[in-house]
């Protein structure tokens, strides 16, 4: 057998295998999806260099990236906002960035989930490498990186095997590999994880319907959210006194060239509520952010149309309700001449 011959069945054969391995996953339910890791960040990060002062950045939580959704921005505004909001982490090394790495003078919304927002000033602990490390991602991405990533756009838009999601749903072959049990030899006490968003290429992030439709979904979620303590139990980690040095200082820069900065108090209800209201009372947290840092701040208590808002996992909006929120926001916002439009 000659050479041409080899490469041409070994072709063939590959593309048999990618189209039978993609129809599995589709037959599964599973569907080409964006993967919201370092690279999509850095692409929106960049567009920061070039807005002007009616530009919107949305920073802070996955409360943010959940709850605020673009296109209903948009229609409100005829301004599309950047998203770089970052689940499980503060804003805090984002904000400190935009304003210290950049002549952006337009609005910065911050997303404040007070057991995130106010959790540490420390490069060590989690919530702030998390949103450090796509800081620095951004800073020191190669060409190589930002080549690869563009050239994974088509890949991404139309094949559903490729995904990069972690968790119990994963199917990229290294998390394949990880659900397969052999005796006791991997030991995980946590419970599965299952992803529940979708996210566009410029991520725009909106709930899984099943989450909001199926309550044996939702409470997968729910018990991961608890596992490992009560909304009795104290967060470990609160600094507050550091959060609000840190934060008031790069408030005082951003304002100071003429910045708009905008604080936001996304709903949040059962587990999370309880634990927030016994830990972070509003006097002691949200009103004292407010005094401390003097500009514009929106809690969702303050308004009857959000307060009976039901997040299905006690933490984010369902894709409807997160619509209605964003429209209403802006409505606010507007009125109250929060927005530089």
Not at 241 to 270: A, H, M, Q, Y
Request: with cysteine.
């Amino acid at each position: 057998m000659n050479l041409k011959k080899s490469l041409t069945i070994t072709i063939i054969i590959s593309i048999i295998g990618i189209i039978l391995w993609e129809f599995f996953w589709r037959k599964q339910g599973k569907y080409a999806d964006f993967d919201g890791n370092e690279a999509l960040w850095a692409t929106q990060r960049a567009k920061v260099e070039k807005a002007n002062p009616k530009d919107v950045v949305l920073i802070g939580s996955s409360r943010v990236l959940f709850n605020v959704q673009l296109n209903e921005w948009e229609k409100e505004t005829s301004i599309r906002p950047i998203q770089l909001a970052i689940p499980g982490s503060t804003p805090l090394p984002v904000f400190h960035d935009l304003v210290n790495n950049t002549n952006f003078k337009g609005t910065i919304l911050v997303g404040v989930t007070p057991g995130l927002f106010f959790s540490t000033v420390s490069k060590e602990k989690r919530p702030w490498r998390w949103s450090q490390s796509m800081v620095d991602y951004y800073h020191e991405q190669t060409y190589a990186q930002r080549m690869n990533h563009q050239l994974s756009i088509p890949l991404q838009k139309s094949l559903a095997f490729i995904s990069e999601k972690k968790g119990v749903d994963g199917i990229n072959l290294k998390e394949l590999i990880g659900h397969i049990k052999i005796g006791n030899r991997v030991k995980n006490d946590e419970p599965p994880f299952p992803s529940f968003s979708d996210i566009d290429i410029d991520r725009n992030v909106k709930m899984k319907a099943k989450t909001s439709k199926d309550t044996s979904f939702a409470n997968i979620i729910k018990r991961v959210w608890n596992n490992k303590s009560t909304d009795t139990t104290p967060p470990k980690n609160i600094d507050k006194k550091g959060v609000l040095e840190f934060f008031k200082k790069d408030t005082k820069t951003f304002i100071n060239r003429g910045g708009n900065l905008i604080l936001l108090r996304s709903p949040s209800t059962g587990y999370f509520r309880n634990k927030e209201n016994n830990f972070f009372s509003r006097p002691e947290y949200w009103d004292e952010l407010l005094e401390e840092i003097n500009v514009k701040g929106y809690h969702f208590e303050d308004y009857e149309k959000f307060k009976n808002l039901d997040c299905p996992e006690w933490s984010h909006l369902s894709a409807t309700d997160a619509q209605f929120f964003t429209t209403e926001l802006v409505k606010i916002l507007k009125t109250d001449g929060a927005l530089s439009i």
